[in-house]
Antibody, heavy 117, light 110 residues
Framework: QVQVVQSGSELKKPGASVKVSCKASGYEFTTYGMNWVRQAPGQGLEWMGWMNTNTGNPTYAQGFTRRFVFSLDTSVSTGYLEISSLKAEDTAVYYC??????????WGPGTLVTVSS | QSALTQPASVSGSPGQSITISCTGTSSDVGAYNYVTWYQQHPGKAPKLMIYEVVYRPSGVPDRFSGSKSGITASLTISGLQAEDEAHYYCSSYTNINSWLFGGGTKLTVL
């Protein structure tokens, strides 16, 4: 049974950085890619990109290529999303979604990141 | 790339059927049979309802069905129930190896 646990909510000031963690279990970690999806308050879903957990190669969607960094620690089956130079518009719930197929079936619970002075 | 186009809202009475459309382009919906539908209740993570246009994961009622014609995919829910009230999002794989979501449709069960 695949389980996904994400780190807790964060409140950050503009200009700061945040690192969200995503620990997956119930499968061999490097056999599923790790996707990240953003949902701003009251808004829709936005695919941010994914991390190839086998090669460590990240792919970023348009709009997520500068201040957003995906990383891994395969020894603890955990993926990370780090956002630097935070802006108010980064306020959102960030979901990690391990996937080995052409669909997203195992969604994490989401991590709310609030950026406010 | 722009988001896939969905109606902002649809509604129906219990027992009725509704259809939600999802329009893309020849670079995404029209190019691949990798259209997915997700259901999201307030404050919850999205839930996979339909994958690869027509397939239902285990546990999803057969009241939910998917289809596609050209650049438009559709989700049909028959025999509407109160618990179906939620937001629904479509998604498609694209020709630049990325995923696009629709803007979401709020389903209201009257």
């Amino acid at each position: 049974q695949v389980q996904v646990v994400q780190s807790g909510s964060e409140l950050k000031k503009p200009g700061a950085s945040v690192k969200v963690s995503c620990k997956a279990s119930g499968y061999e970690f490097t056999t599923y890619g790790m996707n990240w999806v953003r949902q701003a308050p009251g808004q829709g879903l936005e695919w941010m990109g994914w991390m190839n957990t086998n090669t460590g190669n990240p792919t970023y969607a348009q709009g997520f290529t500068r201040r957003f960094v995906f990383s891994l620690d395969t020894s603890v089956s955990t993926g990370y999303l780090e956002i630097s130079s935070l802006k108010a518009e980064d306020t959102a719930v960030y979901y990690c979604v391990p996937s080995a197929e052409y669909f997203f079936d195992y969604w994490g619970p989401g991590t709310l990141v609030t950026v406010s002075s | 790339q722009s988001a896939l186009t969905q109606p902002a809202s649809v509604s129906g009475s219990p027992g009725q059927s509704i259809t939600i459309s999802c329009t893309g382009t020849s670079s995404d919906v029209g190019a691949y049979n990798y259209v997915t539908w997700y259901q999201q209740h307030p404050g919850k993570a999205p839930k996979l309802m339909i994958y690869e246009v027509v397939y239902r994961p285990s546990g999803v009622p057969d009241r939910f069905s998917g289809s596609k014609s050209g650049i438009t995919a559709s989700l049909t829910i028959s025999g509407l129930q109160a618990e179906d009230e939620a937001h629904y999002y479509c998604s498609s794989y694209t020709n630049i190896n990325s995923w696009l979501f629709g803007g979401g449709t709020k389903l209201t069960v009257l």
